[in-house]
Structure formats: structure tokens, C-alpha cells
């Protein structure tokens, strides 16, 4: 079955250390995003690539990197300097054609105490 | 400056009568327009779309209206279900800007049996 994957389905960190969420995607998608949703709030954007080997940032990328070696893949990690990284992230993915919907994976919660 | 709003934040329909979810937007440069579902801990769904050459579109119990001249768009359930309740979001992509999304906050919607 094609989808997106995102390992692991929850994440516990210490305060301080970076931490690496993975998303693969087998529907041959041009483009990959990260999104973050906080309680009660809708999806604001972190990064985004269109082709591999580039990326761009999103609204709230301060504090978080990715990369995109593979057209599968694009890891995100959350870095020591994102100041409230506790949250539930969701990769998608999509075509680059003209009104074309994202597909989204079942999310990261990511617990950083 | 929250270019997508979803002003309520939840609704309760009772079991097969019709649930009506609204989201306005300011940005004139959007022109095409989604909504997705979402379950708790799970990815949002691709549900609906439109152009902005439409005014109507519908797919089954669904219906998606736009209203260009107000910046207006809304979802139209009917009859509602209670595997319907979830919460709705609604989403717009600027012109030209492929699946470039920007996302209200969400609706919750409760259908009650």
C-alpha cells in the first residue's frame, strides 16, 4: 500500500538534546512538508522541499532542520535551540502540479521534558 | 496575522440533520481551497477541495461552497453522522503556488446519536 510513514509514533527527550523525526513516503511525491499542530491550534508549516536536494523554510522553522537526500525522505530534527518543542508533527507529502491535495502521515508526538 | 480563520472553534449536530463548518480568508491571491478531517493522534484526511472557478463542488454527503466576493467558504454535511464527528480544517493555496497550503484552526464537530 502506498502512504507516508512517520517513526515513531511517540518520543520522549531530555531537555537539551536534539532528536531526529523520520517520514518516507512511497507515492513517488514530488514535495515533503513538516507541519506542527499545539493543542486547540491549526497546522503552521516548518519546512518544505519540492525537489530533492533543497529545502525552504516554513513560518516557525527557527529551531528545527531537515534534509532531503532521497525523494522518499525528509527527517526532521529538532534541535536544542527550538524553545518549545513539545508537540505533534506531521509530515505530508504531494505533487508539485497545480491544485493538487497534500497527503499527510499519522504524526510525532514529541514529549520533551 | 492569521490569513485562514475557522471563528468557531467547535459545533454539535444532532445525528442526520446537517452540520454547516465556515472559514474565511484575506489573502486574494488564494485559489484553491480544501478541507481535511482529523481524527485525535492521527494525520488530517483529504475530504473536499475547490477552484476558485467554481462556486460549488460536491462529493457525496459533502459539499464545499465558495464565495469569492466575501472570502468566505463553508462545509455542508448532510445527513450528519457520528463517524462524522472529528475536527474539520480548511486550508487555501495561493495562486500558481501548486499544494502550498496555509491552515485555519480547526473546527470541532460533535455529531450526537
Known amino acids: 500500500d502506498g502512504g507516508i510513514t512517520q517513526s515513531p509514533k511517540y518520543l520522549f527527550r531530555k531537555e537539551g538534546q536534539n532528536v531526529t523525526l523520520s517520514c518516507e513516503q512511497n507515492?513517488?511525491?514530488?514535495?515533503m512538508y513538516w507541519y506542527r499542530q499545539d493543542p486547540g491550534q491549526g497546522l503552521r508549516l516548518i519546512y518544505y522541499?519540492?525537489?530533492?536536494?533543497?529545502?525552504q523554510k516554513g513560518d516557525i522553522a527557527e529551531g528545527y532542520s531537515v534534509s532531503r537526500e532521497k525523494k522518499e525522505s525528509f527527517p526532521l530534527t529538532v534541535t536544542s535551540a527550538q524553545k518549545n518543542p513539545t508537540a505533534f508533527y506531521l509530515c505530508?507529502?504531494?505533487?508539485?502540479?497545480?491544485?493538487?491535495?497534500?497527503?499527510f502521515g499519522n504524526g510525532t508526538r514529541l514529549t520533551v521534558t | 496575522d492569521q490569513q485562514v480563520k475557522q471563528n468557531s472553534p467547535s459545533l454539535s449536530v444532532q445525528e442526520g440533520r446537517i452540520s454547516i463548518l465556515n472559514c474565511d480568508y484575506t489573502?486574494?491571491?488564494?485559489?484553491?481551497f480544501l478541507w481535511y478531517k482529523k481524527y485525535p493522534a492521527e494525520g488530517p484526511t483529504f475530504l473536499i477541495s475547490?477552484?476558485?472557478?467554481?462556486d460549488k463542488n460536491e462529493d457525496g454527503r459533502f459539499t464545499v461552497f465558495l464565495n469569492k466576493s466575501a472570502k468566505h467558504l463553508s462545509l455542508h454535511i448532510v445527513p450528519s453522522q457520528p463517524g462524522d464527528s472529528a475536527v474539520y480544517f480548511c486550508?487555501?493555496?495561493?495562486?500558481?503556488?501548486?499544494?502550498?497550503?496555509?491552515f485555519g484552526g480547526g473546527t470541532r464537530l460533535m455529531v450526537k446519536p
Open positions: 489573502n486574494s491571491m488564494f485559489d484553491y
Open positions: 507515492l513517488n511525491h514530488d514535495a
Open positions: 486550508a487555501a493555496s495561493p495562486n500558481g503556488a501548486g499544494n502550498m497550503l496555509t
Open positions: 505530508a507529502s504531494g505533487f508539485t502540479s497545480y491544485n493538487s491535495p497534500l497527503h
Open positions: 475547490i477552484s476558485s472557478i467554481k
Open positions: 522541499s519540492q525537489i530533492v536536494n533543497d529545502f
